[in-house]
């Protein structure tokens, strides 16, 4: 039974390594698969690479340094001084090389899939925030449209109970001066007893 192949390597990891950009790592798989090369193997849509195809995905990195060609300008010659009219530059003349061997500086570049899913994160968040912020406050407007009609309604119940309540207090005021009436009518005529004709 073969052996399952250990594949620790990732895209990111590998670009992490060598600081550099994940799509630059992307642009040496390209150039491997357009070799024949099949490496790495996609395991929850992620590729992961053993340490052999690591190594070969590295090589694709390594740009060899062009040798200037041998006959731009010969070292041991003096430049010689064109006469003719129609200038043509050497066979082999290469314009890369030239540059190279003068400059040899690699411009400044950024992964652009990278900056998208950044500014992506970034609006999700604040996206995130501002919805969080929403949700706060639709919480705070239930609860106080709640209390303001658990208010309405104690209003109403409040009312009525005090209107009824003012009736009944009414009706007692009414039976007690009535009461009062008549126990004071009731001990005049008892008074009326002990007088003298």
């Given amino acids: 039974m073969n052996q399952p192949i250990d594949r620790p390597h990732t895209i990111t990891s590998i670009s992490t390594d060598f600081r550099i950009q994940r799509r630059t790592v992307q642009l040496w798989l390209q150039k491997a698969k357009a070799d024949g090369h099949d490496l790495g193997e996609l395991i929850d849509d992620v590729r992961h690479f053993s340490d052999e195809e690591r190594g070969i995905l590295v090589q694709y990195g390594k740009t060899p340094k062009t040798p200037a060609p041998t006959d731009f300008i010969e070292e041991d010659e003096p430049p010689a001084i064109a006469t003719q009219v129609d200038l043509a530059l050497p066979e082999r003349f290469s314009a890369n090389a030239a540059i190279a061997r003068f400059d040899g500086a690699l411009g400044m570049t950024t992964d652009p899939l990278q900056i998208v899913d950044m500014a992506q994160a970034m609006y999700g968040a604040m996206g995130n925030a501002i919805q969080h912020k929403i949700d706060l406050q639709q919480q705070e407007l239930q609860q106080h449209e709640e209390a303001l009609q658990k208010l309405k309604d104690m209003e109403q119940s409040a009312i009525t109970d005090l209107k009824i309540?003012?009736?009944?207090?009414?009706?007692?005021?009414?039976?007690?001066?009535?009461v009062t009436?008549?126990?004071?009518?009731q001990f005049g005529k008892i008074s009326d007893l002990g007088k003298s004709e």
């Fill in 181 to 185: 009436n008549e126990l004071q009518q």
């Fill in 165 to 178: 309540r003012a009736l009944e207090s009414r009706l007692l005021a009414q039976k007690q001066n009535a």
